[in-house]
């Protein structure tokens, strides 16, 4: 799958996410394979494509904070609402101690609250998404983000109900997402 294909898949999965929720979530998406993957298996795979995010402007103490994972080597999805009136940011990957400069964004979407923003100086594991609709009442899901600024948290849930919106279906989950952990 090329990167534009990629990004675009993305973004498609991101906006059916976030048209249910006003805390985004991600849904990691099992690859069909033989065995299904236990929940501490999924979050070894998720968790090292994820990031903090924390914004700002330049002289000011403000800062917003949020989650994103990695859709490409460089580039990370999360809301539009984590970087809205911001001029600068940084990105933490899980697990590791350096930060890095997110030199601005490549696609932006207000009306669905998406973005996708390069950052300077990594080459982190892409988020494997998968792209069918084979979602159904009571499947697991799990939701990974920062929220208060913990880092890293991996919450278990399942899919509580399928709406249809606008001929869109919408995933409504019960896995708890807080303040922070959107763009996860």
Same mark, same amino acid.
């Not at 501490?40 to 403000?62: F, K």
């Given at each position: 799958?090329?990167?534009?294909?990629?990004?675009?898949? =993305?973004? !498609? %999965?991101?906006?059916?996410? $976030?048209?249910?929720? $006003?805390?985004? =979530?991600?849904?990691?998406?099992?690859?069909?394979?033989?065995?299904?993957?236990?929940?501490?298996?999924? /979050?070894?795979?998720?968790?090292? $494509?994820? +990031?903090?995010?924390?914004? !700002?402007?330049?002289?000011?103490?403000?800062?917003?904070? !949020?989650?994103?994972?990695?859709?490409?080597?460089?580039?990370? /999805?999360?809301?539009?609402?984590?970087?809205?009136?911001?001029?600068?940011?940084?990105?933490?990957? &899980?697990?590791?101690?350096? +930060?890095?400069?997110?030199?601005?964004?490549?696609?932006?979407?207000?009306? @669905?609250?998406? +973005?996708?923003?390069?950052?300077?100086?990594?080459?982190?594991?892409?988020?494997?998404?998968?792209?069918?609709?084979?979602? /159904?009442?009571?499947?697991?899901? &799990? /939701?990974?983000? @920062?929220?208060?600024?913990?880092? !890293?948290?991996? =919450?278990?849930?399942? +899919?509580? =109900?399928?709406?249809?919106?606008? @001929?869109?279906?919408?995933?409504?989950?019960?896995?708890? %997402?807080?303040?922070?952990?959107?763009?996860?």
């Amino acid at each position: 799958m090329s990167i534009r294909n990629h990004l675009q898949l =993305s973004l !498609g %999965i991101l906006f059916l996410v $976030s048209l249910g929720f $006003s805390e985004i =979530s991600t849904v990691y998406c099992q690859v069909t394979t033989d065995k299904k993957l236990t929940s501490r298996e999924i /979050a070894q795979r998720t968790l090292p $494509s994820t +990031v903090s995010l924390a914004m !700002g402007n330049a002289g000011s103490a403000e800062i917003k904070t !949020g989650s994103g994972f990695f859709v490409a080597e460089d580039i990370v /999805a999360t809301n539009f609402h984590v970087i809205e009136g911001t001029s600068r940011g940084f990105a933490k990957i &899980y697990g590791q101690t350096a +930060v890095y400069e997110v030199l601005g964004f490549v696609a932006i979407d207000r009306k @669905n609250d998406l +973005v996708l923003l390069r950052i300077k100086g990594v080459r982190a594991k892409p988020l494997p998404l998968n792209n069918d609709n084979s979602a /159904a009442v009571g499947d697991d899901v &799990y /939701a990974i983000g @920062n929220p208060e600024g913990l880092e !890293g948290t991996f =919450s278990q849930g399942i +899919v509580s =109900s399928i709406r249809k919106s606008l @001929n869109i279906d919408l995933l409504q989950i019960s896995a708890p %997402i807080s303040h922070g952990s959107s763009g996860g």
